[in-house]
């Protein structure tokens, strides 16, 4: 299976614990009740592949897990999903990473994580036989995890783009750091970056979208989005600039849902979509996302998407 994929999907693998919305947070002691909790994938690398094999489109997962019965679960529940997870491997002695997060009705989501098994990943697991065969190579999570130094990334990229294949870069920055020295390196051989506003104005100190996104790209990145949530997303490029609005759509549980933009925009890539199309199609499946708790379970699939683009408009100007 692993030689016909079109995407190869690296970094984070989680195990999810969600709670539906609840009403409020408990006080010490205190029993909330929530009408749902979920054990689910999560993690950028497993949201991403589960995410476009409901699309129709292939994909492996790399990246790594406990040899923990959470590994056991993430892993069965990837396979189930359709995904290539023959080069996930387990690391002896580890606990796979695992994510608690809570829903309270009305507020942003809240996060208690532990990083577990993705401490071991490394830019020398992604194999370079199987970034020769793909179509697209996607990271996600760079920044958060430690092990994966730009200099060994490096060659990956060059290696995807020397295939044919697109790179595509996601980050995840937990806490205020130095984390531009990690990205000059790695952006010129990246062809869509997407971190969304707030990671961005940790790692440039800057708040404005669109002065982010032209920095970005002044870096190396061919085309930059930046996500940012209910508010749109602005995109950077080779001569286009543009911002788009979002969906409305009913909201339930914010979590993964910048994975399922990423989804979104490769599938546009692999359509042969220019920079307005991917984004059109990025934009649904990451609305999509928000209407149901977990990191995938609302994403569409290819007919559902096909059916909102036909009815839903999504206003992108030029700027």
Known sequence: MIGS??????GIIVADHVSSPISHLPAPGELVLADQLLLTIGGCAANVAVDLVKLGVSAAVVGRVGDDVFGRVVADLLHQSGVDVSAVQISPGRETSQTLIINVAGQ????IHTFGANAAFRAADIPLDRVA??????????????????????????????????????????????????????LPH???????????????????????AERFHQLGAQTVIIT??????????????????????????????????????????????????CLRIGSA???????????????????ELEAFLR???????RT
């Open 133 to 186: 065969r793909c179509r697209v190579l996607y990271l996600g999570g760079y920044l958060l995890m430690g092990g994966v130094h730009a200099d060994e990334l490096v060659p990956v990229f060059a290696a995807a783009r020397r295939a044919g294949a697109k790179t595509v870069l996601d980050v995840v920055t937990p806490a205020p750091a130095d984390y531009l020295p990690r990205l000059e390196k790695i």
């Open 108 to 111: 942003d989501r809240r996060f």
């Open 5 to 10: 994929i079109e995407v190869l999907c690296a």
């Open 228 to 277: 940012r949530g209910e508010r749109g997303s602005v995109l950077v490029g080779q001569n286009v600039r543009l911002r788009a609005e979002s969906h409305r759509v009913p909201f339930v549980d914010g979590t993964g849902g910048g994975d399922a933009f990423a989804a979104g925009y490769i599938a546009g890539l692999l359509r042969g979509l220019d920079e307005e199309g």
């Open 311 to 317: 009815d839903n408009p999504l206003r992108i100007e």
């Open 285 to 303: 499946v990451g609305a999509s996302c928000v209407r149901a708790i977990g990191t995938t379970a609302g994403v569409f699939t290819r007919p």
């Open 190 to 212: 990246v062809d869509v970056f997407l971190p969304n506003d707030h990671e961005a104005e940790l790692i440039l100190h800057e708040k404005d979208p669109l002065r982010q």
